[in-house]
């Protein structure tokens, strides 16, 4: 198993520009998270999702819209970047089943910067 | 909603020593603890967790207590190495849900 991966691993993007970080996991999780970390901070909940079809909002999610239309895909889009939006984001996944949600499985992150 | 407060923001040890980081939380709902060690530039990774209804866990060098009554966890290591330098994580799960509410982490430093 691949498990989590994220693309691209660094992207610098123009204020005003739009963009989709890509999101995978083979482990058939149900749930799926989107992080951004900034530095000197934790890790702040953009987006999440518990199935395809279903995503909520989490404690940042202005500027950001997801979708879920599979298990394995979970898309972060960026529709007009702000300077603001310069961080690392990192995606999540955890399984439901077998009373195993807690653990999240996180991917190897996208460095972000605007400019 | 959940607020997960970190302390010590950096913490500096020789290699030998132990370290304890503490964590407080706001939410009396809340009913998991993971602590997530990330090293430089790579992705947070679990070391050890906590289910509300234990009070110690303990897996080889690594010890998380819990304290609901207080509200708070800590995370101990013990004979520090320098392969134990990172920033650790501890967070916060509220009851109803899988969403994780992170402190803001502790840089450690174990010096030779």
């Known amino acids: 198993n691949a498990g989590v991966t994220q693309t691209p691993k660094f992207r610098i993007l123009k204020i005003g520009q739009s963009m989709t970080l890509q999101c995978a996991q083979d482990?058939?999780?149900?749930?799926m998270y989107w992080y951004r970390q900034d530095p000197g901070m934790g890790l702040k909940l953009i987006y999440y999702s518990v199935g395809a079809g279903i995503t909520d909002k989490g404690e940042v999610p202005n500027g950001y819209n997801v979708s879920r239309s599979t298990t394995e895909d979970f898309p972060l889009r960026l529709e007009l970047a702000a300077p603001s939006q310069t961080s690392v984001y990192f995606c999540?996944?955890?399984?439901?089943?077998?009373?195993?949600?807690?653990?999240?499985?996180f991917g190897p992150g996208t460095r972000l910067t605007v400019l | 909603g959940e607020n997960v407060e970190q302390h010590p923001s950096t913490l500096s040890v020789q290699e030998g020593d132990s370290a304890v980081i503490k964590c407080t939380y706001s939410?009396?709902?809340?009913?998991?603890f993971p602590w997530y060690k990330q090293e430089l530039g790579k992705r947070p990774q679990l070391i050890i967790d906590i289910r509300s209804n234990v009070g110690e866990k303990k897996d080889q060098r690594i010890a998380v207590t819990l304290n609901k009554t207080a509200k708070h966890f800590s995370l101990h290591i013990t004979e520090t190495q320098p392969e134990d330098s990172a920033v650790y994580f501890c967070a916060a799960r509220p009851g109803g849900g899988n969403k994780l509410t992170f402190g803001t982490g502790t840089q450690l430093k174990v010096e030779l």
């Open positions: 999540a996944s955890s399984d439901s089943s077998g009373g195993n949600l807690d653990t999240q499985y």
């Open positions: 939410d009396s709902a809340s009913n998991y």
């Open positions: 482990m058939n999780h149900n749930y």
